[in-house]
């Protein structure tokens, strides 16, 4: 029965590790695949305690605010925009209040581990949303794109969606989500990646989608491989998957597709309204 067990406990590990998507840290990570932020606090017992049941409340104490000290280091280098993290973004006093609010707020995983040296080890978790619906970008206005403003240029083989920048045709029916497969390209997780062509258009991005729904959803899902994606609830059914060209912008998180592959792009979001529902996966690894 313990086999069983540990091997189940092995398996299900095996199986977070391959859904991760993100970065991790010596006390702590980021996770975009289920949008959370963790960190691992360690609290010591002071000397001045007067018995075990004080010892053991005072590290607990020191060791959430040692954790909420680490939350506060990581998110303020998570990626809000390629060129933004969040330290950067919070410009004002209200986006500041609202950011520290979300991490005030975060909640213990799991159960705290006693260490031998008497100290106590606890990880806190923090839910981007919240972070996400005080940084996400504003849109004054979003363009109005269409399929001939978007395959006015580009080459050849990439207007004939000819070689890798091919995109692999949904089966038959309506187009339930969109891919793009950026493995190979050095592409980032950000909370607010764009989608662009060659020609420097945005196709996607603040303004073409819902920001209430982004921040509570992300503006993109990540997965590591194809299959992943596929099996997403965002896109599952007859997903469209194009192939990202490159990765641009100073954190490379924004991936640029072909000309071809953004006519078919705005074509399936126009159709369906899958860019202001977020319908849509990067594929990175």
């Known amino acids: 029965m313990k086999q069983i067990i540990l091997t189940a406990f092995i398996l299900a590990s095996l199986t977070a590790q391959d859904d991760f998507v ?9 996770n975009y695949a289920d949008r959370t932020i963790q960190a691992t ?29 680490q939350l506060i280091e990581i998110v303020n280098g998570v990626n809000v ?36 040296d008497t100290s106590v080890e606890v990880v806190y978790e923090v839910s981007m949303n919240n972070i996400s619906r005080a940084l996400l970008p504003m849109a004054e ?7 001939e ?16 920048g091919a995109a692999a045709a ?21 909370m607010s990646p764009r989608i662009l062509n060659q020609s420097g258009t945005v196709l996607y991005g603040p303004g073409q989608y819902d920001r209430d729904y982004a921040a509570a959803n992300g503006v ?20 469209l998957v194009l192939r990202g060209a490159s990765a641009s912008g100073t954190a490379k998180t924004d991936v640029i597709i072909s000309n071809a592959d953004a006519g078919k792009l705005v074509s399936a979001g126009r159709s369906a309204g899958l860019l202001q529902d977020c319908r849509i996966m990067f594929v990175l690894n």
Request: no cysteine.
């Open 41 to 69: 606090g360690i609290g010591f017992i002071p000397v001045n305690v007067i018995n075990a049941g004080q010892a053991r409340r005072s590290a607990m104490r020191i060791a959430k605010q040692d954790a909420l000290r």
């Open 141 to 147: 206005r979003a363009p109005v794109l269409s399929y």
């Open 22 to 30: 993100g970065e991790t840290f010596d006390r702590g990570s980021i």
């Open 81 to 116: 925009t390629s060129e933004t993290t969040v330290s950067g973004a919070m410009f004002d006093d209200v986006i500041k209040t609202q950011v520290q609010g979300a991490i005030r707020g975060a909640r213990k995983v799991g159960e705290p581990k006693y260490l031998s």
């Open 220 to 239: 993109v899902g990540y997965a590591k491989t194809l299959g992943q994606a596929k099996a997403d609830t965002r896109v599952q059914g007859n997903p």
């Open 149 to 164: 403003s978007v395959t006015a240029t580009g080459t050849a083989a990439a207007d004939a969606g000819q070689g890798d």
């Open 170 to 190: 949904p089966a038959s029916g309506g187009v339930t989500g969109i891919i793009i497969d950026g493995s190979g390209l050095g592409l980032r997780p950000a």
